[in-house]
């Protein structure tokens, strides 16, 4: 069974920095696209910032410059460095990624997602 695992959210003031890990395990084939989702209650989730397996990235308009995704295929783990971060940067972070696994003679890709892990920004 394959799990996603994020850590690293919590409180920060305006203009601080956090670190979000999330780490992939299980009997996993190969990763395609990771990437980094949020969710404000009453909204709906948006993408935050997303990479390929071969590294390229892209990242919402509103975090350009102030965050940065990267990821580590040797320990199937993503990353999101968030800088001067701000009070509406506040959300429940979630971490995804397209996972192929290998099942008899097939190999199937599906999306899995963490449990989310909150970041709170005080003005």
């Known amino acids: 069974q394959v799990q996603l695992v994020e850590s690293g959210g919590g409180l920060v003031q305006a203009g601080g920095s956090l670190r979000l890990s999330c780490a992939a395990s299980g009997s996993i084939f190969s990763i395609d696209a990771m990437g980094w989702y949020r969710q404000d209650p009453g909204k709906q989730r948006e993408s935050v910032a997303t990479?390929?397996?071969?590294?390229?990235?892209n990242l919402a308009d509103s975090v350009k410059g102030r965050f940065t995704i990267y990821r580590d295929n040797a320990k199937n783990a993503v990353y999101l460095q968030m800088n001067s971060l701000k009070p509406e940067d506040t959300a429940v972070y979630y971490c995804?990624?397209?996972?192929?696994?290998?099942?008899?003679?097939?190999?199937?890709?599906?999306?899995?997602w963490g449990q989310g892990t909150q970041v709170t920004v005080s003005s």
């Open positions: 995804n990624a397209y996972i192929r696994i290998s099942q008899g003679m097939r190999v199937t890709v599906s999306a899995y």
């Open positions: 990479i390929t397996s071969g590294g390229s990235t």
